[in-house]
């Protein structure tokens, strides 16, 4: 099996701006009865793709989210390629892919997708399968501020896990167009997250301070992977 993140940490390895990473994620609704039937469906046609050696799909159920928050599972598709990426998306089709479609519609009962990019990662080869995300609402000319202001958090903040900043730049939902993610190696980690030290909680105060008058908070989600495709 390919080791795709031990690939992005050796991408990444020169400059956190030098590289990008490209995802695609398509985020669903489904009946809870038919939680179980769906996900074998997933399974059972993802595992039969022929993924590019450059591109991943993560398969996650979204246990814990917000008020007004509906889906209840996520496919994430990552590749440090943005053409392997389109090249994959372009390449869901014929027979195989409308009998998937036709076997998963009757247990959905909404979907939606978004796209972006990486423009910051930290500690890539340590993608464990529990991620939060935490939505902003960021303009145009914020933008850099924003990620200069994660840039030096991170300069202080020793994650437990993989850290990434991002942009969406398609989908976007409600304003949302900055997107923080980290992955936990296990649940006491994600309940526990946040500053250790004296210095951790003065860089987080610091870039609450900063980003408060720049961006405006949405949301906050979380998954635990299902299975990884590749």
Known sequence: MKNFYLLLCFLFSASLFSQQLYWYDVILEVNSEDTVEFEKAVDSYYSSVDFPADVTMTFSAIPLKGKGYDETHILSFVSPSSQSLANLRASLTGEDWENYVEVVRPYVDGVRASAGNALQVYKAEEFYGIGQ???????????????????????????????????????????????????????????????????????FAEFFNVTDEIAEFIQSWTRVKINDYN
């Open 133 to 203: 995300v935490w939505g902003f609402k960021v303009s145009s000319k914020n933008a850099p501020l924003f990620a200069n202001a994660f840039a030096k958090l991170m300069g202080t903040f020793d994650s437990d896990g993989f850290v990434g900043l991002a942009q969406v730049t398609h989908g976007i939902s409600d304003g949302e167009n900055m997107l923080i993610y980290g992955t936990y190696p296990d649940l006491n980690s994600a309940f526990t997250f946040g500053p250790k030290n004296d210095n951790e909680a003065q860089a």
